[in-house]
């Protein structure tokens, strides 16, 4: 499921020149707007918890990249 976003030119345009190769708009943008830095939430959660939120991360936006990829070759 997915839902249409107005943003003014000069945001897009914002986006897009932060947008990496092969990353997606909807990529660029939960990279940009992320959570909050790292430094602001140090020793909220011990080293070992970080690092276990860190891989559950990576997996779901490596699946989530692997699953456009295979939607955009259906389309194809």
């Known amino acids: 499921m997915?839902?249409?976003v107005r943003?003014?030119?000069e945001f897009h345009e914002f986006?897009?020149?932060h947008n990496r190769d092969?990353?997606?708009m909807e990529d660029t943008l939960r990279r940009l707007v992320g959570g909050?830095?790292?430094e602001a939430?140090?020793?909220i959660v011990s080293s070992e918890t970080a690092a276990e939120m860190r891989d559950?991360?990576?997996s779901?936006?490596?699946a989530d990249v692997a699953g456009k990829a295979e939607l955009r070759e259906r389309f194809e």
């Open 2 to 4: 997915s839902k249409s």
């Open 7 to 9: 943003i003014s030119e």
């Open 15 to 17: 986006v897009e020149t």
């Open 22 to 24: 092969n990353e997606t």
């Open 36 to 38: 909050p830095h790292p």
């Open 41 to 43: 939430v140090a020793g």
């Open 56 to 58: 559950r991360l990576e």
């Open 60 to 62: 779901s936006r490596e």
